[in-house]
């Protein structure tokens, strides 16, 4: 009797999930890296009532028009739930004034805005912490998502509709989401920068690049059983003055400034730390 | 009959290679990071002979002598096909004129310093391209080695030497074993600074630093199927002048010059890229 009450109890919560859990509305503003990448998974979510995509050049997004609702013009917007903007940092706070929508979220996707900066009354941020480029196909479980609501209804909401195609939720406030995003541009965006010019250096000498992989994922592995400043190893490390110089002699001049402030800063991280 | 020869062969094969193939002697001088780690992994492999660790400070070498003949006299050196030094890059020249050995193979496994400085006939390089930290465990298979010798059949020494430990290696002269040096100071030691920064401002802001780790891999996995420069995101990639005064002005003095010389860089990098 038990096992069967037991089966029936989780037929019941499928049921409720699949089919009495109402759908979220959803409607992405912009097309560009995050755009695209929502647009693809939202779509795809059976949850998920992706209703309609605008962007300002209707071009960019006709391909769509055979599965989803397309627009380039505010006036025709829609009804939903959740409004995702997802247009460049500098034009969310213009793009939250031309959506003459009332009463209803509207977010952003950015690392770097205020939540503030959108006018409305119910705002909000929707912010997935990765690196997109476009084409390249994206997992979106494993990235994590920031979340952010000045109402605590619009955080819930904003959490069912992250935990649909995420499993990493955080709820981060503006000045933590800032300070995090600041983070991610040198451990993503000047990582890969230096991965440019490892690659010009290789390049340049008929050195395959390839020889640098396992070095490369040992970096990042050692950094998960301990912290990056017990991790370090190389010549600014030692102070290893006769290699430095050698070093900076086979550089261009933009390359020497970027291996001089990295070389003084982990030398001075190292006369306080150690 | 066919199928007998051919197992009959692949049995000499192994006989050979087992028991046939003479062991080759190595003695390991120095035991800072690179030779703590070769002495584990040539004490354990059975097609080679550790025959004697010297170190400067016996002390630090003690705990060995139950197993490996240990020295810290120059004078006490045994015989051996070849003498691996591992001491630091300036010492490495002082270190060989010390070794009183005739017509024997002396290495170092330096990145940065020519074979050249090695005092003797019979010279090369036994250059493990890792990072180690002590008492790290490290999987030699996936480690490239790169060698180079003065004299051909040296090299095949060497190759021989390294293929016992390691799956991937690499013939390189020593201008490009300096070249690629260089480019892995870039990739590995300034990366894990700048993982150091992201992980200060963090911890700074109460942000866990894991929520960054999935961003991490991605960073480093796209590079594996697309070239750095088209993986390229982020404020300066874009030229988001506003976001990037925004974020020089929450860093450090020293952050900050790490900022500005990646961004500058990554700047000038796109204006002639496209």
Same mark, same amino acid.
């Given at each position: 009797? !038990?096992?069967?009450?037991?089966?029936?109890?989780?037929? #019941?919560?499928?049921?409720?999930?699949?089919?009495?859990?109402?759908?979220?509305?959803? #409607?992405?503003?912009?097309?560009?890296?995050?755009?695209n990448?929502?647009?693809?998974?939202?779509?795809?979510n059976?949850?998920?009532?992706?209703?309609?995509?605008?962007?300002? *050049?209707?071009?960019?997004i006709?391909?769509?028009?055979?599965?989803?609702?397309?627009?380039? *013009?505010?006036?025709?917007?829609?009804?939903a739930?959740?409004?995702?903007?997802?247009?460049?940092?500098?034009? #969310?706070? %213009?793009?939250?004034?031309?959506?003459?929508?009332?009463?209803?979220?509207?977010?952003?996707?950015?690392g *770097?805005? *205020?939540?503030?900066?959108?006018?409305?009354?119910?705002?909000?941020?929707?912010?997935?912490?990765?690196?997109?480029?476009?084409?390249?196909?994206?997992?979106?479980?494993?990235?994590p =998502?920031?979340?952010e609501?000045?109402?605590?209804?619009?955080?819930?909401?904003?959490?069912?509709?992250?935990?649909?195609?995420?499993?990493?939720?955080?709820?981060?406030?503006?000045?933590q989401?800032?300070?995090m995003?600041?983070a991610?541009?040198?451990?993503?965006?000047?990582?890969? !920068?230096?991965?440019?010019?490892?690659?010009?250096?290789?390049?340049?000498?008929?050195?395959?690049?390839?020889?640098? !992989?396992?070095?490369?994922?040992? %970096?990042?592995?050692?950094?998960?059983? =301990?912290d990056?400043?017990?991790a370090?190893?190389?010549?600014?490390?030692?102070?290893?003055?006769k290699?430095? %110089?050698?070093?900076?002699?086979?550089?261009s001049?933009?390359?020497?400034?970027?291996?001089t402030?990295l070389?003084?800063? #982990?030398?001075? %991280?190292?006369?306080? !730390?150690?």
């Amino acid at each position: 009797m !038990h096992a069967i009450y037991k089966k029936l109890e989780s037929f #019941i919560k499928i049921m409720n999930y699949k089919y009495l859990r109402p759908m979220i509305d959803v #409607i992405v503003i912009g097309y560009g890296n995050v755009g695209n990448h929502l647009v693809d998974v939202l779509f795809s979510n059976n949850s998920v009532n992706l209703k309609q995509v605008y962007n300002r *050049s209707i071009e960019k997004i006709n391909h769509l028009a055979s599965k989803i609702s397309i627009t380039n *013009s505010f006036d025709k917007i829609f009804d939903a739930d959740v409004y995702i903007i997802t247009v460049s940092d500098d034009e #969310i706070s %213009t793009v939250s004034e031309e959506l003459s929508i009332k009463n209803k979220l509207i977010v952003h996707t950015s690392g *770097s805005v *205020s939540m503030e900066l959108i006018a409305s009354k119910r705002k909000g941020v929707f912010y997935p912490l990765q690196t997109f480029t476009k084409n390249k196909e994206i997992n979106f479980k494993n990235i994590p =998502i920031c979340v952010e609501a000045n109402y605590e209804s619009d955080l819930v909401l904003l959490e069912k509709l992250a935990s649909l195609i995420s499993e990493n939720i955080y709820i981060l406030d503006s000045f933590q989401r800032k300070k995090m995003h600041l983070a991610a541009v040198f451990v993503n965006n000047f990582v890969n !920068h230096l991965y440019h010019v490892g690659h010009t250096i290789c390049e340049e000498n008929n050195v395959p690049f390839e020889i640098l !992989h396992p070095l490369l994922e040992e %970096t990042l592995r050692k950094i998960k059983d =301990i912290d990056p400043i017990d991790a370090q190893t190389g010549p600014a490390k030692r102070n290893d003055q006769k290699t430095i %110089t050698s070093q900076l002699e086979q550089l261009s001049e933009a390359q020497q400034k970027i291996y001089t402030s990295l070389t003084d800063s #982990i030398i001075n %991280t190292y006369k306080n !730390h150690g």
